[in-house]
């Protein structure tokens, strides 16, 4: 079997005595969309954030494509293909949709102590922005303040964003929170789409959506693993049903 | 429609406002008020330092109590490097002989330097904290090259050191305060212009995340300690020029040129006029050393009003002077 | 190793004052979140109410005694009036205003009081010298201060551990949301809590008055030493305030005292002592930076 594209291997953290995950262990294999579902501090996005280099581990290790990633400064996983969402949506809220978008490619276009030509006019941040803009459908908003879009499209932007890192490995958490009916049938097309070009690892509450989107997933309680397998895997083990799913039934 | 006309409102009170600077040492003959020249260097030089911190403040979204640092630290340079060229003594003897000198040629890039290069040592320390604890590092280090000064009885120690005249340039003399001042508003209007430039390029638009939410610039990638850094370098430098152009106006530099107070009087210009503008700040220079020529012809204790304003100032007007003038929604680019 | 011991008492009392100043401040900074640059004008406010006092009636402890309501009474009404408003402003907005408000009280006092200092005695029951150690005279006064802020220290720890007050104090500087989910009246909560920070300011001013000059502006040269205290020791910190106080008030005296003989060992006299004054003067901020350098966060930081 191949490498996984990501793997954790025992991993823990706790906040005082608060244990948000505990021996966790996770492959996410490349190419597909493993979904990470749980209770309400089941230690999702916790997890998440240890993932991307917000929060560090206390123990345990995180390797990305082989890489040891655990202890490495939140800016330098980014180019090893890694992006992310975040729950609250974070966009720069006083730069425009496409000074937002902007940040995100060039990013990735090497670094930027480039000090005279306007970034805004830059032909080589161009030829991308346009694309990215058009890939979540904020062409029309190109040049409205962030902080002014809808709950809905500042989603779309964040998702935007980390699309335009190119990533390999791409982390959503709960990309569907607080999007209407018709903003959660959009985002799972996009995020189908997506699934040709890199990984995803998928932090939701809408089970429908995740049911028809994830190709695996992993139940979290109380910050350990319950179970992993296939959508109906997960649907038939009774462990499952009781800890989790019991609770909606 | 309405763009256009808050476009026009800005370039208006640019070129309005540049005018006025361009023609005032004639406006000033004509008033028969030369002594408004010598004002009106002030507030350049004023200005710059204030626009200065305002790439850091108003951009980068730092609030740094301690600029006044490299002003000083720009004066200092051309003082010390004038009184050895004038006592024709040794600036450095050992491993080299390395003279003073009077030439603003070589003094006002030296101050540059060494504003800049002290910028990079308290910039390094006090970025690896943020808010508060910012806000008291760098006007602690401020304090402490106050204190420096002030010890440093080699130079002047508490009553600092007096010029024996302003610095040469080639083909102008600055003694003369009509040069001199045209001298400070080129300065300014090349600091402007590529200050406007840098804020607008890849470099200036990572400044700007990092001022919105520095964890997410790091999430995209962004080593923004780097670009940080060398953001308030460059604002330390041009402050560092500033504080070259103040010394040269009084020919005179103290200790109280870094006094915190200082720091806090060109913060307040900064805001006065609106942050992140750039040119607010030239505004909010202006404004701040008018209004503190005019007060005090009517009261020695003008700051008793002063005060109180400066907080309505934040309870009711923070967008500054120049956003009064040119509307809020229009301020930036 | 006399002029040593003296040296600590001085290094002590200089310590207990800037512990005086920071512990209210810590909290302001840890609780509200927000800075106070006019900190020092209640040192000020104290100084100016106990020397006028104590001139009028010719004692001390009635100076005292009315300085402390007074600066408690100012502190809370700048907090009721100006303060409350800059709770979810910028820290920039915050440090304009605050300075605002230094600029206002400078002037004010130099309106009501004139731009010459004020000289208060040190009262007669307290202006002899002790041997604590034999063979060491040293002031009475100044023993004096050191007591009192020994005391404040052991009452603020006994206030913080022991009552309620100071345990939800304590849970404000922790955590803000939490305590606001735990029923405590917030908005009541900050001002007792500035007018105790002004109340010590002002308890530190009437002390240093009959050692300091009384002037307008004596507050600001305090106010920065009390913030080397408060980074050193963590925002939010009483702990921590007094841990840095000490150690603040210790290198700066110590290093005044006797880096110019050590640095004689190595330099000629002349130079020594130029170079000497130079490094004492920066002693206290060169700390800051080492203890920045090994822990951004402080000593003791109230936030883990």
Redesign the interface.
């Known amino acids: 079997m191949a490498e996984p594209l990501l793997r954790i291997k025992s991993l823990c953290k706790s906040f005082g005595a608060v244990r948000a995950c505990h021996d966790l262990s996770l492959d996410v294999h490349a190419g597909e969309i493993h979904a990470l579902i749980g209770p309400n501090g089941a230690g999702k996005t916790t997890l998440l954030n240890q993932i991307?280099?917000?929060l560090s581990s206390d123990s345990g290790r995180i390797f990305l494509t082989g890489q040891e990633i655990t202890h490495l400064?939140?800016?330098?996983?980014?180019?090893l293909g890694l992006?992310?969402s975040?729950q609250i949506t974070?966009v720069?809220?006083?730069?425009s949709v496409e000074?937002n978008m902007?940040?995100?490619i060039?990013?990735?276009h090497g670094h930027?102590?480039?000090?005279?030509?306007?970034?805004?006019k830059?032909p080589q941040?161009l030829a991308e922005l346009g694309p990215a803009l058009e890939a979540v459908g904020l062409s029309e908003r190109a040049e409205t303040i962030a902080g002014n879009l809808s709950h809905g499209e500042k989603k779309q932007l964040e998702v935007g964003?980390a699309l335009a890192?190119k990533p390999q490995l791409l982390l959503l958490d709960e990309p569907m929170a607080g999007m209407g009916p018709g903003g959660s049938i959009e985002l799972s097309k996009l995020i189908r789409k997506l699934k040709k070009e890199m990984t995803i690892l998928l932090v939701e509450h809408d089970m429908e959506a995740i049911f028809s989107l994830a190709d695996r997933i992993t139940v979290l309680v109380y910050g350990e693993v319950v179970a992993t397998g296939s959508v109906d895997e997960i649907r038939s083990n009774p462990a499952v049903r009781q800890a989790y799913l019991g609770e909606e039934n | 429609m309405h763009m256009l006309s808050q476009f026009n409102r800005k370039t208006i009170c640019i070129i309005s406002s540049a005018l006025l600077l361009a023609l005032l040492p004639m406006l000033a003959t004509l008033a028969g008020e030369p002594y408004l020249v010598s004002l009106f260097s002030r507030i350049l030089i004023y200005a710059l330092a204030a626009a200065s911190l305002d790439l850091i403040l108003g951009y980068g979204g730092l609030v740094s109590l301690g600029h006044a640092a490299f002003f000083g630290i720009g004066a200092y340079t051309v003082g010390i490097l004038a009184h050895h060229d004038f006592e024709e003594t040794a600036l450095i003897s050992w491993p080299l002989f390395i003279p003073g000198s009077d030439s603003g040629l070589v003094a006002w890039p030296v101050a540059i330097l060494v504003s800049a290069l002290l910028a990079a040592i308290i910039g390094a320390l006090s970025l690896r904290t943020r808010g508060m604890h910012f806000i008291m590092i760098t006007l602690a280090f401020a304090q402490m090259l106050f204190f420096f000064f002030v010890s440093l009885e080699g130079y002047g120690g508490d009553d600092g050191l007096t010029l024996f005249s302003r610095n040469t340039l080639p083909g102008l003399d600055l003694g003369d305060d009509v040069q001199f001042y045209y001298v400070c508003l080129a300065l300014l209007g090349a600091f402007l212009f590529l200050a406007g430039r840098l804020v607008e390029s890849r470099f200036g638009m990572v400044i700007r995340g990092c001022r919105e939410s520095e964890k997410r610039m790091q999430s995209l990638g962004f080593p923004t300690f780097r670009y940080k850094l060398l953001c308030f370098v460059i604002a330390g430098g041009a402050a560092g020029l500033a504080g070259a152009l103040i010394a040269n106006q009084v020919e005179y530099v103290s200790p109280g040129l870094m006094h915190w107070t200082r720091s806090a009087i060109i913060l307040v210009m900064v805001l006065l006029g609106g942050s992140g503008t750039l040119y607010g700040p030239v505004l909010g220079a202006a404004a701040f050393l008018l209004l503190e020529e005019v007060l005090s012809i009517y009261t020695e204790h003008w700051m008793v009003y002063f005060g109180p304003v400066m907080i309505l100032v934040v309870l009711f007007a923070r967008h500054g002077l120049f956003g009064i003038l040119v509307g809020k929604e229009n301020r930036h680019g | 190793m006399l002029l040593f011991i003296e040296q600590i008492l001085n290094g002590l009392q200089l310590g207990v004052t800037l512990f005086l100043m920071s512990a209210g401040l810590t909290l302001v900074f840890g609780i509200m979140q927000v800075i106070n640059l006019a900190h020092g004008s209640f040192y000020m406010i104290g100084a100016y109410v106990a020397a006028t006092v104590t001139a009028l009636s010719g004692s001390f402890l009635l100076g005292l005694a009315v300085a402390l309501p007074a600066t408690a009474v100012i502190g809370m009404l700048v907090e009721a009036i100006v303060l409350r408003r800059l709770y979810k402003k910028e820290h920039v907005d915050q440090v304009l205003a605050t300075f605002g408000l230094i600029m206002f009280f400078n002037e004010l006092t130099r309106i009501i009081w004139g731009r010459q200092p004020l000289f208060m005695d040190v009262p007669s029951w307290l202006s002899g010298s002790v041997e604590l150690i034999p063979g060491i005279p040293y002031p009475s006064y100044r023993i004096a201060v050191i007591g009192v802020g020994l005391l404040v220290a052991l009452f603020l720890y006994l206030m913080f551990t022991r009552t309620r007050i100071g345990m939800q104090i304590r849970a404000g500087a922790s955590n803000r949301e939490m305590a606001g989910a735990l029923g405590i009246n917030i908005r009541l909560l900050y001002t007792l809590v500035f007018g105790l920070g002004t109340l010590l300011a002002g308890l530190a001013g009437v002390m240093a008055g009959p050692i300091l000059a009384v002037e307008a502006g004596m507050g600001e040269s305090i106010l920065i030493l009390t913030f080397v205290v408060i980074v050193i020791g963590g925002i939010g910190s009483v702990r921590g305030a007094f841990i840095g106080a000490l150690l603040v008030g210790m290198v700066d005296t110590l290093g005044r005292a006797f880096l110019p003989a050590l640095f004689r060992m190595f330099l000629s006299s002349a130079h020594a002592d130029g170079v000497a004054a130079s490094v004492a003067s920066m002693s206290i901020y060169i700390l800051m930076a080492i203890i920045l350098i090994w822990r951004p966060q402080g000593l003791l930081p109230a936030h883990s």
């Open positions: 991307a280099g917000d400064p939140l800016y330098r996983r980014a180019p992006a992310r975040y974070s720069f809220a006083n730069l000074e902007l940040l995100a060039q990013a990735h930027s102590f480039r000090f005279w030509g306007r970034g805004l830059d941040l964003m890192c």
